[in-house]
């Protein structure tokens, strides 16, 4: 089973239109993170979360992080062709301290 | 700034062959190194991290070892190979919440 797991596994939507990819796990994690990983390509990270109820933005990128920090939401508003791509979240465990585990990923796919 | 390298960028190996994939990490000292695997179009898998010179740490039984002779260098191997090794090898670098990674290690075995 995964530790994190991430909803949903495919997306593929029309430019403009706005879209949320969740990340949920029963365990509570230091920090959490959001990365982008191109095909062919390693991830490349977007944000790190590390305080419960947390909201960062990027741009039309939202990340929240939960209260009880098991989960978290990357929103994406007027998604646009080059917000194509797989979106990873990791977490970095309370109790596994430098040991970071990935969700299974979303592959993000925005028509123009 | 920081950069990591893996080499090589892709890799056909035939089973029952040795492995090594190699990271270097440039720009930090006593980083903290990963060995992922990822399937196509998947999340990662943990397969080896360092925190230190010599200090391998392995999350899943499975046909790889991994070694650290020095402080920026991550050493990905294996004696034979597998079919089941194909996939994609991420190296990645962290000092603190956030991880940096590599370029990746296309590997197929026949």
């Known amino acids: 089973t995964q530790l994190l797991e991430q909803s949903p596994q495919f997306l593929s939507i029309q430019e403009g239109e706005n879209l949320t990819v969740y990340c949920n796990s029963s365990s509570v994690f230091s920090s959490l993170q959001w990365y982008r990983q191109e095909p062919g390509e390693g991830p490349v990270l977007l944000v790190t979360?590390?305080?419960?109820?947390e909201v960062k933005k990027l741009k039309r990128l939202t990340f929240q992080f939960g209260d009880a920090r098991k989960d978290s939401s990357l929103h994406i508003t007027a998604a646009q062709p080059g917000d194509t791509g797989l979106y990873l979240c990791a977490g970095e465990q309370v109790s596994n301290f430098n040991k970071f585990y990935f969700g299974s990923g979303t592959k993000l796919n925005v028509k123009p | 700034s920081q950069t990591i390298h893996q080499w090589p960028a892709t890799l056909v190996q035939p089973v029952g062959s040795p492995l090594s994939l190699e990271c270097t990490v440039e720009g930090t000292s006593n980083p903290n190194l990963y060995w992922y695997r990822q399937a196509a179009g998947r999340g990662l898998q943990l397969l080896f991290y360092?925190?230190?010179?010599?200090?391998i740490s392995s999350e899943v039984p499975q046909n790889l070892s991994a070694s650290r002779p020095q402080d920026r260098q991550f050493i990905l191997s294996s004696k034979k190979l597998l079919l089941s090794d194909s996939g994609f090898y991420l190296c990645?670098?962290?000092?603190?919440?956030?991880?940096?990674f590599g370029p990746g290690t296309r590997l197929t075995v026949l």
């Open positions: 360092s925190v230190g010179i010599g200090q």
């Open positions: 990645a670098w962290s000092q603190g919440v956030e991880q940096f």
């Open positions: 979360v590390v305080t419960g109820g």
